[in-house]
């Protein structure tokens, strides 16, 4: 039997061409797959949330494996910094929408597979509305405040979870399903404080990493619609590539938590950007003590020659990548000790990649009792777009 009560009561209406069965024969000799089980994979129906570096493998193999309806959920657009990981995007679609992309390739793999798009961001407006048709939702999402919602709509909705999330060499995977186990909650109660966890953005990662941890969400759906095998509820997988080994963290339920504990306090789908503490830079920044400078206004100050500092907070390796001319190096790690180079009295305007370490630079200054300070809006990103393209990004 499924794990899932849904796909046990349709599944015996399923049937398949001729061409199906033999797409599918591999599964079908297999003893504990069978017929039975390649019904109920076309009869199952998933949610994914993202087709980046975690929903490439995980749409591509579900694709091939027969599921029956894949609803896929966003709405970003083909870049070139995606396709070193994003595998289910081709160059040819570069500036495409992703859901495009992924659609034309899923197509490609196996057309009997209905794919269901949501070119839209997921909110706390249409989660519900989207997830209640779907027996399982597989979270491929790299944001707090996105994961958070994930999680408390499956737990309102009755919904296993299947997790995995990714950074520079390493990875790990889980299925939540509140009915049966723990809920993201119980592993993470409260989110980090903003800017202290990098996105892959700002941090990096390699390429290959998202396959296996895609492929890790890609089997644990497979298990809980065919309903074989152990999942990984209640187990926190953790991979490390560098090191080449897995890792099993044991996970309980927290009777505390929030939503689903026995005293829960969530009843709804809240604000998850409040609750990540995320709010707009502009405002951010006010409260912070700093201002912030578009790279047009950057650039005509240093064309008009204004006297200030301009300061890159990125690491050695990245500066060898890209420069803004006139910037002077001092990565954000070692900003801290080498404070003492800077000169208070002076206007200084600090950049990084896409602005978020040079906020955190900012607030570091601010702090030490720097005033005339200013962040980059866009970092050397925007610098690339909107002013110089030789500048190369990455």
């Not at 849904?6 to 069965?21: G, K």
């Not at 029956?68 to 070139?80: A, E």
């Not at 040819?92 to 070119?119: C, F, H, R, W």
């Not at 969400?217 to 080994?245: N, P, S, W, Y």
Request: glycine letters at 8%; aromatic letters at 8%.
């Amino acid at each position: 039997m499924s794990y899932l009560p849904n796909i046990n009561e349709r599944f015996a209406q399923v049937t398949f061409t001729n061409d199906e069965t033999k797409r599918y024969g591999r599964h079908l000799i297999m003893p504990e797959v069978t017929l039975q089980g390649q019904q109920k994979l076309k009869a199952a129906r998933v949610l994914t949330i993202g087709s980046g570096g975690l929903g490439s493998p995980l749409l591509a193999y579900l694709t091939a494996a027969g599921i029956g309806k894949i609803g896929l959920v966003d709405f970003d657009t083909v870049d070139y910094s995606n396709l070193h990981r994003q595998i289910i995007h081709k160059t040819k679609n570069v500036g495409k929408p992703k859901i495009l992309s992924a659609i034309e390739t899923m197509k490609d793999i196996n057309p009997y597979v209905q794919v269901q798009p949501y070119e839209v961001a997921f909110t706390s407006e249409n989660a519900l509305e989207i997830i209640k048709d779907y027996d399982v939702v597989v979270d491929g999402t790299d944001n707090f405040p996105t994961r958070y919602l994930v999680n408390d709509a499956c737990v309102l909705t009755g919904k296993p979870n299947v997790y995995g999330s990714i950074f520079r060499f390493e990875g790990q995977a889980t299925v939540f399903w509140a009915d049966k186990g723990p809920c993201y909650r119980c592993l993470y109660p409260e989110p980090p404080e903003p800017g202290m966890v990098p996105s892959c953005a700002e941090g990096g990662v390699l390429g290959v990493l998202p396959g296996i941890i895609g492929v890790i969400q890609a089997i644990e759906t497979v298990k809980l619609i065919i309903g074989i095998g152990d999942t990984l509820i209640g187990r926190l997988l953790l991979f490390d590539a560098l090191k080449m080994k897995f890792r099993e963290l044991k996970l309980r339920k927290d009777p505390k938590c929030p939503i689903c504990g026995p005293n829960k306090t969530i009843h709804q789908l809240i604000d998850y950007e409040q609750f990540c503490g995320i709010t707009p830079p502009s405002i951010a920044q006010k409260s912070n003590g700093f201002g912030e400078i578009t790279v047009r206004e950057l650039k005509r100050a240093l064309d008009s020659g204004q006297d200030f500092d301009l300061i890159d907070v990125r690491e050695t390796h990245e500066a060898e990548i890209a420069r803004i001319p006139n910037a002077r190096l001092i990565p954000l790690g070692a900003l801290p000790k080498r404070i003492h180079e800077l000169d208070s009295s002076r206007e200084i305007v600090i950049h990084c990649k896409v602005g978020a370490r040079s906020a955190k630079a900012c607030k570091l200054l601010y702090d030490s009792g720097f005033r005339k300070l200013k962040n980059v809006a866009g970092g050397i990103d925007a610098w690339s777009a909107e002013i110089d393209p030789t500048v190369p990004t990455y």
